[in-house]
């Protein structure tokens, strides 16, 4: 036997039994010959002592010991001296006098100091399994389960089942670039991996199974950020004959048991809800970070008749004119710096510009346009703006995607910069609805699905597919959201043909493509389909959220780094010519 304890166990009961022990060693102290170590396994820290008076040779052979060897003591448990008690640790009484030891594994020095955080991550990643080791991790991936285990378990009290779905599959589009599998038995064919399995989900409704949920990992081939990987996982959900109403109430109720679960929140319900234009409208984002006002103020009235003409033809010409009031910050604000949002917005957004008005304290507006303005239209914006002494004003032309994109996104920058946020544990959950059905694809010249088509547009603008006025069309979709962060979406479906064909044709999906990417589902369709919907809330990134990390490789065990790679298995790796074969593959690659 290995162990009669772990190593978080053990308190002044147990004073004066013989106990085993194994572990790592956390730490080792060398008190004039007599060595100290604190031994350290999942559950916690033990204090073991070698005392060379009572058991000369274990003592002896302890002194060979070093940080992240693995060992097995047996000893006595005995009370700390007096004085020497550590509060801070469960099993700070009691120490374990040694009195037999075995290495069961020598350890290398380790590559880094474990529980250093400003290790490089690269580092880390290569030697993840000592990363792993730290304190930090293990009560990240804890967190990660608990959170898993109650979203099973409240999944399971709501009468859902839980099925699995393929990995090998069939394209299903989300938005993103597919992997795929080549296959050895149909020459020249791939499969893809699922971007979310979508499909099968509807047609496990359309099989009556009624309420499905997966833990489903996910996979899309985009460029990585810190809050996105190539595969991640979420909490995948598909109902029949519900309405949008029945899916709001079981998902709030999901998100309370799983923040009690995850850190004994106790959140407020029902989610307030905002449709997303008014998002937009408001906070230039679909994923509205409330935990903050700072809104868009829409100043097109203003410049109606202006004689500045950039702002005037663009209220001419039906755009948007906005701007945001970051309060009190002219101070933090210096020329360069507003030159340095510009550029940023303009390489990044392709804006125009960024224009300011800044007002320090005691002094004038500073501003490159302020001189193009009336007297009344500088009065209407003070007004409209609640503009003070030490507040910089920031302006938004054009149109009306591009303003609220633009200002959205310096509107976050000035609560970072404000630091309007820090220490905050507010959480600010918020239904976002009513999503555009499409959106305008200008490069390819042709509509997208906003969430994905087999998405239900609303019943109102079901005769807007017909006028051929796609932009105007809204779709049951939702999302939601938390602290500005996008936790899940979801949307009610289509479950009839006719209509499922409409909007593949208004995609710019021809019949001939039809039957040969979504034959199967309008084919399923046609054999009674009941009415569903569904969505699917990301678990790397509520699990993130709660462990108050921004780096979402924090929560998963093996993550890639930033360019897909795995830095400590290698992948992705080259294969050798006859592999390839096999898979009816060469490649095209140039070594460089
Ligand atoms: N399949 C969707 C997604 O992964 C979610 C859903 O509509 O249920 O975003």
């Not at 004066?16 to 790592?24: K, M």
């Not at 510009?342 to 804006?351: S, Y």
Request: charge should be negative.
């Amino acid at each position: 036997m290995y162990r009669t304890h772990l190593c978080n166990q053990l308190r002044k009961s147990d004073i004066s039994r013989t106990v085993t022990l194994s572990g790592w060693v956390n730490s080792r102290r060398d008190h004039g010959g007599v060595i100290f170590i604190d031994l350290r396994d999942r559950e916690g820290l033990t204090q073991v002592v070698f005392r060379p008076e009572e058991h000369p040779q274990v003592a002896e052979a302890s002194h060979a010991l070093r940080g992240e060897d693995v060992i097995q003591v047996t000893g006595t448990v005995t009370a700390r001296l007096a004085g020497t008690e550590n509060p801070k640790l469960a099993t700070g009484d009691i120490e374990v006098i040694a009195g037999e030891l075995t290495l069961l594994n020598k350890a290398d020095v380790p590559p880094f100091p474990l529980d250093d955080p400003s290790v490089n991550e690269d580092l880390r990643l290569q030697y993840r399994y000592l990363d792993l080791r730290t304190l930090r991790m293990q009560k990240n991936l804890r967190l990660r389960h608990r959170v898993t285990k109650a979203a099973r378990d409240y999944m399971d009290s709501q009468g859902f089942l839980e099925i699995e779905t393929p990995i090998l599959s069939n394209p299903t589009p989300e938005g993103a670039r597919d992997f795929l599998v080549p296959s050895r038995l149909s020459p020249g064919a791939f499969y893809a991996l699922p971007q979310a399995p979508q499909q099968y989900k509807q047609l496990l409704q359309v099989a009556g199974l009624d309420k499905y949920f997966q833990i489903a990992r996910c996979f899309r081939d985009e460029d990585l950020r810190a809050d996105r990987q190539f595969e991640f996982t979420q909490i995948d959900i598909e109902m029949s004959f519900v309405t949008q109403e029945d899916i709001y109430s079981m998902a709030e109720g999901l998100m309370q048991a799983l923040f009690a679960a995850g850190i004994e929140a106790d959140i407020t319900l029902p989610f307030p809800r905002i449709t997303y234009a008014d998002a937009m409208n408001r906070y230039g984002s679909d994923k509205p970070d409330t935990r903050f006002d700072m809104e868009l103020v829409d100043l097109a009235g203003i410049f109606r008749e202006s004689n500045f003409k950039v702002f005037r033809s663009v209220a001419d010409s039906g755009g948007a004119i906005k701007a945001i009031n970051a309060k009190a910050s002219a101070s933090l604000l210096s020329k360069e710096q507003l030159k340095k949002w510009e550029d940023w917005v303009k390489t990044e957004f392709g804006a125009k510009g960024l224009a300011y008005i800044k007002w320090s304290a005691g002094g004038e507006w500073e501003s490159p346009i302020v001189k193009f303005f009336s007297e009344t239209e500088k009065a209407a914006i003070a007004q409209k703006m609640d503009f003070a002494e030490g507040d910089v004003l920031f302006f938004g032309a054009d149109k009306w995607q591009s303003v609220c994109d633009v200002l959205g996104r310096v509107r976050l920058r000035c609560a970072d910069l404000l630091k309007l946020t820090a220490n905050s544990s507010a959480l600010n959950f918020l239904w976002v609805v009513d999503f555009p059905m499409f959106s305008w694809n200008p490069e390819e010249n042709r509509w997208d699905a906003m969430h994905h088509p087999f998405t239900r547009p609303r019943d109102e603008d079901l005769h807007l597919l017909e006028s051929g006025d796609f932009g105007k069309i809204r779709a049951q979709a939702y999302d939601i959201v938390l602290n500005g962060v996008e936790l899940s979406s979801g949307s009610i479906r289509i479950h009839e043909r006719e209509l499922q064909a409409k909007i593949f044709k208004a995609l710019g999906i021809g019949p001939e493509e039809q039957q040969i990417k979504f034959g199967h589902l309008l084919r399923a369709f046609s054999y009674g389909a009941p009415p569903h919907g569904g969505m699917a809330p990301g678990l790397d990134r509520i699990v993130m959220l709660m462990c108050g990390t921004d780096n979402i490789r924090d929560v998963i065990a093996f993550p890639k780094n930033n360019r897909g790679a795995d830095l400590m298995t290698h992948s992705p790796v080259e294969v050798d010519f006859k592999q390839l074969r096999d898979l009816y593959l060469q490649s095209t690659a140039k070594k460089p």
